[in-house]
Each structure stands twice: as C-alpha cells, then as structure tokens.
C-alpha cells in the first residue's frame, strides 16, 4: 500500500512510452524501475543495502616506479572510471623513501630512483591535496601516462596540467614549499607506520588490511575485488562483467 501511494506522484511522469504497467508493478524489479522511470524512487525497495559504505583502496607507491605506474594504468584508471562510485581511491607516493630531518634543521629526502622521483613524489603529492578530488587522480594517472611514454617528468606535470585545465603553478609552488613537505612527510608516516609493514611497491590496502591475496587480486583485476568486497546491492554494470571473467 505505501509503494503505491508513493508511486502514484509519478504516474504523469512516467507515461513515457514503453511503460504500460500499473504503478503496482513499477517497483517489482531494476528492469521496470528503469523503464517505468522511477528507478531513484524504488531504490528503498529495490536495494536495500544500497546504502553500503564505499571499497577503501589505499595505494602506496613512487611515481617513477615501474611496477606503480603499471598498477595505475592498468588496474587503477579502469576502476576509477568503471567502479568509482562505490570505491574510494588514496594514491600515497612514497613507496619506499627516506625523509631525514638534519642537525641544522635541514632536511633530506631520498627516493629509490632518484631525485626526479623525489620531486615526483611531491608533484602529486600536491596535486592531491590542491586539487579537487575528481581531478587529483586523473592528474597522477596521466601523469603515469606520460612518463610510461618516456616524457621527462616535468613536461608530463605541464602537458597533463594543460590537458586537464589545471593551473599547474599551483601545483608547483606547494610542491617547493614548506607546505609541500609537511603533506609529504604525513604521507611518508603513513607509509611507515602500515602493518603489515611495507616491504615492495605498490602496496595496495583494502578497507584497512593487507595481505597476499589481496594484493594479487587487486594486480590481477581490481574492478572484480572492489565488487567482490562491496556489500552494497546497488553495483555497477561493471561488476556483472568482472564476476564473470574471475570469479566464477
């Protein structure tokens, strides 16, 4: 009785062509929801646990690491686009540095390939906290893009800035600053302070816990893991494929 009285406000609206049933009907499954219009009005009925909190994907790894970049373009930017909405993705780009504050007050920072990476490290360690959220990312996997294709790392900050429409100054200036340190060094502490402790890069978290398994699912096929992991009944259409292709 109270779905009908609900679904009855949208009996004008929903007199679309295709939609023959009875407001009765309009809720009995995703399929007619859709057809009827209606589906944002019967997802109380149709899925219950839509309200599911969101897969964490925490990722740790360097900027010009091979096997990092690998994992974004590969596994990351797909899931990104495909799966976003019920994944929340924190890129950390450390991996497996070294910050050292000196006698002098000085400070050092070393990065396993090198200095380039170190500055790396701190681009998109800004750009992830300048930005706004839905273009951080997008940021650090063209980023990735480029410098699979060889670019030097400072024409691939420009080149994605311009593509992105993102000023990339800004960027820039946090990353030579005090600011862009402190943000580095709370990533670096995150880094050090995982448990299991990290011992390779990228170093994948999900909801908060690492283990083997985890990491070659996520390598293997992160859209399928994130799907898998969800406990929501509102998954993409996506997931219907990644199922298929590794789970069954």
Known sequence: MIT???LALFVSFVSSKGCN???SAW??????AELCQVKDACKEYLYPDASAPKV???LHYESLCP???NFILRQAERSYKEVGSIMNLKLYPFGN????????GSITYKCQHGPLECQGNLVETCALNVLPESKGFLYVSCVSRQIMAK???YVAYLLCGKRLKIDVDKIFECSRSSKGMELQKAVAEKTNN???PKTYVPWIVVNGVHTEDLQNQAQTDLNALVCKTYTGSDKPEACKKSYSATFE
């Open 4 to 6: 009908s009285l609900i």
């Open 21 to 23: 049933l009875p407001p």
């Open 27 to 32: 809720c009995s499954s995703p399929e007619i």
């Open 56 to 58: 964490n994907i925490d």
């Open 67 to 69: 096997y990092s970049i």
């Open 97 to 104: 540095a070294n910050i050292k504050t000196n006698p002098d």
């Open 151 to 153: 670019y030097p790392p």
């Open 194 to 196: 995982l448990k299991p």
